[in-house]
């Protein structure tokens, strides 16, 4: 499975951007995505995920994750972003999502800066 971010870049306080997930190779292979992100000097963490069948869920109600199943795509929808988002976002992957959802694939990130 390859997973490659797209969408990442220089935005203001206050606007907002859409990141992009792609995934190929052996896609059945995934029945849970998400984002992450790791901020300079801080711990990666996850920002949101979603299931096979739909459901999902996001660290805060600023960020919505939904997916194009067709496309093997998913996308982070950020708005009223904050300089306090900027980090590098990450897309990964797992077979199932679940409270110790082991993340076997993961994509290079897409940096993501947020500055006036």
């Known amino acids: 499975v390859q997973l490659v971010e797209s969408g990442g870049g220089l935005v203001q306080p206050g606007g907002s951007l859409r990141l992009s997930c792609r995934a190929s190779?052996?896609?059945?292979?995934?029945?849970?995505m998400g984002w992450f992100r790791q901020a300079p000097g801080k711990a990666r963490e996850v920002v949101a995920r979603i299931y096979t069948g739909g459901g999902s869920d996001s660290i805060n109600g600023r960020f919505a994750i939904s997916q194009d199943v067709a496309a093997n795509t998913i996308y982070l929808e950020m708005t009223m972003l904050s300089p306090e988002d900027t980090a590098i976002y990450y897309c990964a992957g797992a077979r199932t999502c679940g409270q110790a959802t082991r993340w076997d694939y993961w994509g290079r990130g897409t940096q993501v800066t947020v500055s006036s």
């Open positions: 190779g052996l896609t059945a292979r995934l029945g849970c």
